[in-house]
């Protein structure tokens, strides 16, 4: 049975794990810090950068293993909020989206598909958590479906109890304010098995595994 | 530069790495307990079992990747000693060899090269380490090349100072008896940045990368 995975998701000892809000300028909404410590390099393997193989890349090196899709929010895709508007905005990543598969970006507005040579291609798909991960799983074939989000989509996932796995990265950071993972969720720890580990630089990975 | 990278190698509390006495019956020479806790599956990808991704599945999954080539002692490839017998002995790993790239195999006895349809092929070398290194550089064309062990062999290289990475698994038991991993060696400390993680379950992951 495909997997739904999270990785690499950052979240501040306040629970949060984006700004409050999205710009051009900033797309991590003012939550920049979260990313202080991660190396985006080695997403597709830890002998994509000529870097030390540390804990925090192997880990990071997840990320790609066996992925056939990605579902994210509408606000990882771009800044925009409401109708689309014909600006030729073709995601934050320039001529080559990091995915190399079919990507469903939530959203209630229609688009039409944009796709790159690389193999990424985003598709705007409106409809509930279930629905979607049946048209990514579907699009996947057989490998598992990354939940790529922000913290909003994936918390939405979590409470429709349709997370298998999540690697979360809880960085000694404060942000005061921003998206909360958590918020309105309670008890997730006892759907999950979790395992936890402190990388030297004071990075704590958590790998929350489904209970079978 | 690419690198050369040593892989799950487990060591007992007492420095062995492998029994003293392999045959048929007992590939790891009576030390089987080192890897009562590996789960072997996700050499290629935490995706290849449909098991729960834990921290020790997800750093096994470093070894394939970006690696072009293996070198590996004789005793790994099989039990004979002296010349090589007329036995058609092919491997420990039947018809599907996990390696899938060129695998240099070091013995001063002369051997014809093995290939099997997976892309692994046996090809069985004599020479130093600098020389066989040499070899297998050219054979990977570019990726990294991973020293498969045993131990006995990696003690070599990294007494020549060829090793630029280890991910050593430090398990919980005692053997008494066995090859030693750190037999003759000494400060290697030195010349390595270590980081050393615990699992749930006792192993202890050290990532040893070479200064620089």
Same mark, same amino acid.
């Given at each position: 049975?495909?997997?739904?995975?999270?990785?690499?998701?950052?979240?501040?000892?306040?629970?949060?794990?984006?700004?409050?809000?999205?710009?051009?300028?900033?797309?991590?909404?003012?939550?920049?810090?979260l990313?202080?410590w991660?190396?985006?390099?080695?997403?597709?393997?830890?002998?994509?950068?000529? @870097?030390?193989?540390?804990?925090?890349? @192997?880990?990071?090196?997840?990320?790609?293993?066996?992925?056939?899709?990605?579902?994210?929010?509408?606000?990882?895709?771009?800044?925009?909020?409401?109708?689309?508007?014909?600006?030729?905005? =073709?995601?934050?990543?320039?001529?080559?989206p990091?995915?190399?598969?079919?990507? +469903?970006?939530?959203?209630?507005?229609?688009?039409?598909?944009?796709?790159?040579?690389?193999?990424?291609?985003?598709?705007?798909?409106?409809?509930?958590?279930?629905?979607?991960?049946?048209?990514? =799983?579907?699009? @996947?074939?057989?490998?598992?479906? =990354?939940?790529?989000?922000?913290?909003?989509?994936?918390?939405? +996932?979590?409470?429709?109890?349709?997370?298998?796995?999540?690697?979360?990265?809880?960085?000694?950071i404060?942000?005061? =304010?921003?998206?909360?993972?958590?918020d309105?969720?309670r008890?997730?720890?006892?759907?999950?098995?979790?395992?936890?580990v402190? @990388?030297?630089?004071?990075?704590?990975?958590?790998?929350?595994?489904?209970?079978?």
């Open positions: 049975m495909p997997r739904t995975r999270v990785h690499n998701l950052n979240i501040s000892l306040d629970g949060y794990a984006a700004g409050e809000q999205v710009t051009l300028d900033a797309p991590i909404g003012g939550a920049e810090g990313f202080g991660f190396d985006g390099r080695v997403i597709h393997g830890v002998d994509k950068a000529d @870097a030390p193989i540390t804990l925090d890349r @192997a880990l990071i090196s997840l990320w790609g293993q066996g992925v056939g899709a990605e579902i994210m929010g509408r606000r990882k895709f771009g800044p925009q909020v409401g109708e689309w508007p014909d600006d030729g905005w =073709r995601g934050w990543w320039g001529d080559e990091p995915f190399h598969t079919p990507v +469903f970006v939530m959203t209630h507005h229609p688009h039409p598909q944009i796709d790159f040579p690389n193999g990424t291609s985003f598709r705007f798909v409106d409809g509930s958590p279930q629905e979607v991960l049946r048209l990514a =799983r579907e699009a @996947a074939g057989g490998p598992d479906v =990354r939940l790529g989000g922000g913290p909003s989509t994936v918390r939405q +996932f979590l409470q429709a109890d349709l997370v298998d796995f999540m690697h979360l990265t809880v960085v000694p404060t942000l005061g =304010r921003g998206v909360s993972l958590w309105g969720t008890d997730l720890q006892d759907r999950f098995s979790i395992e936890s402190t @990388a030297p630089n004071g990075v704590t990975h958590q790998l929350w595994n489904r209970k079978v």
